[in-house]
């Protein structure tokens, strides 16, 4: 069973940086695009950056400031996150689809950003 666990969300100010980490159990080799969304309250839940094999993809609005990356040989999906700003504030969370179209959800992991 594919189990999906974010961490290092927190309380961060303006201006600052955090990594979000995605630690996947069973088969990561067979999750062909891996993602990162975020849903902030009273808002539609968004995609902030996905990664497939050899290419990435970013929202508009984090373009510049946030980089996605996965490691394989450590079953471990990145969100570098820099520059942060209050509108960044939301959960964040890591999503997986393999190769027949299956999603996988994390639960998800808080980041507030404070002006």
């Known amino acids: 069973q594919v189990q999906l666990v974010e961490s290092g969300g927190g309380l961060v100010q303006a201006g600052g940086s955090l990594r979000l980490s995605c630690s996947a159990s069973g088969r990561f080799s067979s999750f062909n695009v891996m993602g990162w969304y975020r849903q902030a309250p009273g808002k539609q839940r968004e995609l902030v950056a996905s990664?497939?094999?050899?290419?990435?993809n970013y929202a508009d609005s984090v373009k510049g400031r946030f980089g996605i990356s996965r490691d394989n040989a450590k079953n471990t999906l990145y969100l570098q996150m820099n520059s942060l700003k209050p509108e960044d504030t939301a959960v964040y969370y890591c999503?997986?689809?393999?190769?027949?179209?299956?999603?996988?959800w994390g639960q998800g992991t808080q980041v507030t950003v404070s002006s």
């Open positions: 999503n997986a689809v393999d190769f027949v179209y299956r999603n996988y």
């Open positions: 990664i497939t094999s050899g290419s990435t």
